[in-house]
Nanobody, 123 residues
Framework: QVQLVESGGGLGQAGGSLGLSCAAS????????MAWFRQAPGKEREFVAA????????NYADSVKGRFTIARDNAKNTVYLQMNSLKPQDTAVYYC????????????????WGQGTQVTVSS
């Protein structure tokens, strides 16, 4: 079983930065692809970024490309999301996900999820 715990959410200002962490536990977690999704009120959960097991392949949603960076430290079993140039439309609950089969940018492809952390960006 894999457990994911997000941290680092909070209140940010437009144009500012916030960083999220996702601590993973469970066997083989360092061999899993990991991703961040987000869900705003009244909207579906959407893909933000994904990273493969060794960090050499990263993919981003067009809406965050150039502003957000996903990274991982397998020695710490932790995945990070650095969010720069924040916009009010980045406000959402951010979820960490692990181990997908199928399409990496679809939420239903992932087997494990964290509980989510709120990010609110003020204008």
């Amino acid at each position: 079983q894999v457990q994911l715990v997000e941290s680092g959410g909070g209140l940010g200002q437009a144009g500012g930065s916030l960083g999220l962490s996702c601590a993973a536990s469970g066997r083989a977690v360092s061999s899993y692809a990991m991703a961040w999704f987000r869900q705003a009120p009244g909207k579906e959960r959407e893909f933000v970024a994904a990273i493969n097991w060794n960090g050499r392949s990263r993919n981003y949603a067009d809406s965050v490309k150039g502003r957000f960076t996903i990274a991982r430290d397998n020695a710490k079993n932790t995945v990070y999301l650095q969010m720069n140039s924040l916009k009010p439309q980045d406000t959402a609950v951010y979820y960490c996900a692990a181990h997908y089969s199928g399409t990496y940018y679809l939420a239903e492809s992932y087997d494990y999820w964290g509980q989510g952390t709120q990010v609110t960006v003020s204008s």
